[in-house]
């Protein structure tokens, strides 16, 4: 009998197979033995969109547990600027109380260290209160704090340079073993960078999580469909990689569309298109459409020469086009290059050594040579 679809595309929604990160895991654990023997260095997992920092994450507290400290998980949502350091500051601390195992100890009254007054040195003091009560109560060796989506704090960015201020205490340096590992987009987290100069000499160990080579895509398909009753062609497998590149979030959705797809447990080449453009639908409403939106009709017009090209091309290279050949039209050319700076500013499009400009993502050029 087959079994239900073992994939899980869901966002925040851990893998079923965790597959890969052999170096990464390597990385946090020698972070880990350093932060017993030595001092807390405080980690930033960097990474974009759906390329597994919360499945990461939640591995790393894994192998806490696994160790025998206490490690919580905190996923942080979205701020806006209507809202203070002090909200996200007690959001961090509830998320801590909730993650850590069930302590012997009133909740409220830790929490009561925060007042209903939002200054900036307030919230630094506040925090720093809260931290040494609930070291106290956790009696461990290490505890691991580990916040997810640290870009959604980007409205209210002091709350990154409070945190670093918090950790430099002396006190909390002396007294406690608190372990905090930040995750973030690279985008959100030049930000702090640019507003926070300290922040960035603080936080200075980071890791930046890339996509699966092919062994690793492959043997995470392979290990996620065993026992399931259904059997993907190689040829599949190898695609899944090509179009992904491996990345992580569109595996996931790729393999569980071509799952869905399955005739009598074999997936085959030829449910290859069906499985490829429902993915790329799924894509468009999680990310694709948002991202596009932020481009001109100018703009669309040198992305759909890009997508076409499948590979990159340079300033000049998009003028000729625009003056001989099929492509050739009414267009501004000499505000191409301003078009394609605005496209690169705007994360659409990246822009390699050599100058020229490039669409990395195989599934996001596909999903553009489809639309109108």
Partial sequence: MIKPNPFTPQSGWEPRIFGGRE??????????????????????????????????????????????????????????????????????????????????VDQAGLLSVFSSKKSLSQAQTQFTKFLLALWKALDTKLAVVLLDDLQ????????????????????????????????????????????????????????????L???????????????????????????????TGGHPY?????????YDAQIQGKVGSELWDTAL??????????????????ASDREMDLLKILADEKRPLSIKEFREMMIVGPRAKKFPIANIKNFLYRL??????????????????RMFREFITRIN
Avoid at 250 to 258: G, N, T
Avoid at 349 to 359: A, H, K, T, Y
């Fill in 213 to 243: 080579d092919k062994d690793e895509v492959v043997n995470t398909v392979n290990e996620t469909i065993e026992d399931t009753g259904v059997e993907f062609d190689s040829s599949v497998k190898e695609n899944i990689f090509e179009y």
């Fill in 250 to 258: 569109e595996v996931q959705l790729l393999s569980s569309h071509l």
């Fill in 344 to 361: 690169y500013e705007k994360g659409i499009i990246m822009r390699n050594q050599e100058g020229s400009f490039d669409i990395p993502d």
């Fill in 277 to 294: 453009n429902n993915t790329l639908k799924e894509l468009g409403k999680d990310y694709f459409n948002s991202l596009l939106a932020r």
């Fill in 23 to 104: 170096d990464e895991l390597t990385l946090f654990k020698s972070n880990l033995e350093d932060a017993i023997s030595v001092k807390p260095n405080h980690l930033v997992v960097l990474g974009e969109w759906g390329i597994g920092k919360t499945s990461l994450l939640k591995q790393f507290r894994r192998t806490v547990q696994e160790n025998g400290y206490l490690g919580c998980f905190c996923s942080m949502s979205r701020f806006t600027k209507k809202d203070k350091p002090m909200d996200a500051i007690y959001l961090i601390a509830e998320e801590m109380l909730m993650g850590f195992p069930k302590l012997n």
């Fill in 152 to 211: 959604n704090l980007l409205p209210i960015s002091n709350t990154i340079d409070i945190l670093r201020a918090v950790l430099s205490n002396d006190q909390i340096i002396r007294d406690t073993r608190f372990l905090f590992i930040l995750s973030s987009t690279p985008g959100g987290w030049s930000n702090f960078l640019d507003k926070h100069d300290p922040v960035g000499r603080f936080f200075r160990k980071r890791l930046s999580v890339e996509n």
